[in-house]
Antibody
Framework: QVQLVESGGGVVQPGRSLRLSCAASGFTFSSFGMHWVRQAPGKGLEWVAVIWYDGSNKYYVDSVKGRFTISRDNSKNTLFLQMNSLRAEDTAVYYC????????????????WGQGTLVTVSS | QSVLTQPPSVSAAPGQKVTISCSGSSSNIGNNYVSWYQQLPGTAPKLLIYENNLRPSGIPDRFSGSKSGTSATLGITGLQTGDEADYYCGSWDSSLSTWVFGGGTKLTVL
């Protein structure tokens, strides 16, 4: 079955870095765009970034531009989110999600989602 | 302040019907598809509706979606206590070049 498993979350001090991973299985990873979505404690969903299936383009929410980098390794079926210069407001559960349509240069919908990994930015 | 506007909460009795609205603009809902997600307490979101009104396999036909102009609506009929959850709409915003979500609507089944 299609599965996404995030890892790499934890407690980090403001200004430090963290790299999240999302291991994909059960589908042809290299055929699908991938997203990161986060949810601060008690808050709603916030989309963070997308990378096209072939890695040719990436888009970010303004609040993370210049600090976060989304990437993928299609040979290892893994999605990454490199987070630098972390701030308290980056504290959230981070979900990876597969785009709904293969071989697409659009963000279509999210299905499925991983279980999430918690990132806490605190001194 | 979310780009897409949803009511913070809705409620209805078991067996009844409820609708959740999602209002946007021409840069998002008006010219792009809408999808809806259900987030049960303590779990990851799950896709309910995609491309405005299509249901993934396994989603019962009690759930429906529609779009008109710059607004979309999620409908749920035959409400069950297990439907109590947060519901989010989402769409691509062509002006921002970002995906945008609504603020979420908490459904209470009284």
């Amino acid at each position: 079955q299609v599965q996404l498993v995030e890892s790499g979350g934890g407690v980090v001090q403001p200004g430090r870095s963290l790299r999240l991973s999302c291991a994909a299985s059960g589908f042809t990873f290299s055929s699908f765009g991938m997203h990161w979505v986060r949810q601060a404690p008690g808050k709603g969903l916030e989309w963070v970034a997308v990378i096209w299936y072939d890695g040719s383009n990436k888009y970010y929410v303004d609040s993370v531009k210049g600090r976060f980098t989304i990437s993928r390794d299609n040979s290892k079926n893994t999605l990454f989110l490199q987070m630098n210069s972390l701030r308290a407001e980056d504290t959230a559960v981070y979900y990876c999600a597969r785009d709904g349509r293969g071989y697409s240069y659009r963000a279509n919908w999210f299905d499925p989602w991983g279980q999430g990994t918690l990132v806490t930015v605190s001194s | 302040q979310s780009v897409l506007t949803q009511p913070p909460s809705v409620s209805a009795a078991p067996g009844q019907k409820v609708t959740i609205s999602c209002s946007g603009s021409s840069s998002n809902i008006g010219n792009n598809y809408v999808s809806w997600y259900q987030q049960l307490p303590g779990t990851a979101p799950k896709l309910l509706i995609y491309e405005n009104n299509l249901r993934p396999s396994g989603i019962p036909d009690r759930f429906s979606g529609s779009k008109s102009g710059t607004s979309a609506t999620l409908g749920i009929t035959g409400l069950q206590t297990g439907d109590e959850a947060d519901y989010y709409c989402g769409s691509w915003d062509s002006s921002l070049s970002t995906w945008v979500f609504g603020g979420g609507t908490k459904l209470t089944v009284l």
